[in-house]
């Protein structure tokens, strides 16, 4: 028969034996951080919202933070950037924040706005929205701007005038947007 101080025994090494397996037996540290595909930003500037160092111990969860607070700068594609880890030559990993930078609006233009209206106005209310020349390019900010725009449109008597916004690109870092007015009676 095997005795309780046996089995306790018994159990205690079995406990600790799979205590011993599920921790990790090898703890990766960050050998590089390095970032590509900028050119409006220094290094300096993104590393500033990068928490993650050379030498810490590699946390998924903290580079996860890193990379979304990079995105939530709004200077950055989020379909496109992205964060990659390679094993380093020294053992560790080699984190590389491939950022793809949103174009700047180069211009706004309106096509068939009547003449008698105030573009002055118009122009402060797309500044207000952020968009307006050297401001970053937001598909969605530009959506609002039209809501804006027909707003604006109706405000002046133009009841029933359609704004669609169109899109152009001017090189491979900035675009042209254009609010095309119809009037509908």
């Known amino acids: 028969m095997i005795s309780r101080l046996m089995l306790r025994s018994i159990c205690a090494l079995i406990l600790l034996g799979s205590a011993h397996a599920v921790m990790p037996q090898h703890r990766q540290l960050v050998e590089e951080v390095k970032v590509v595909g900028y050119r409006r930003l220094t290094k300096d500037e993104i590393l500033k919202h990068i928490a993650t160092r050379v030498g ?3 946390v998924q969860e903290r580079v996860n933070r890193d990379f979304f ?3 939530a700068l709004g200077l950055f594609d989020k379909k496109t950037s992205r964060v990659l ?10 984190l590389t924040f491939e950022l793809v930078e949103l174009p700047l609006i180069q211009q ?3 096509a068939g706005l009547p003449a008698n209206l105030p573009l002055a106005e118009l122009r402060e209310t797309l500044i207000k929205a952020k968009v307006a020349k ?3 390019f937001d598909p969605a ?3 609002r701007a039209r809501r804006l725009v027909a707003e604006y449109l109706e405000s002046h008597g133009l009841r ?3 704004v669609d916004v169109v899109y152009e690109r001017f090189e491979t870092d900035k675009v042209i947007v254009k609010f095309e ?3 509908r009676y």
Do not use: K
Request: hydrophobic fraction near 45%; include cysteine.
């Open 56 to 58: 810490d111990v590699f």
């Open 69 to 71: 607070e990079l995105l």
């Open 85 to 94: 880890s390679e094993n380093g030559a020294r053992g560790g990993l080699v």
């Open 108 to 110: 706004v233009e309106f």
């Open 134 to 136: 050297d401001e970053v």
């Open 141 to 143: 900010r530009c959506m």
């Open 160 to 162: 029933n005038a359609q």
């Open 181 to 183: 007015i119809s009037a």
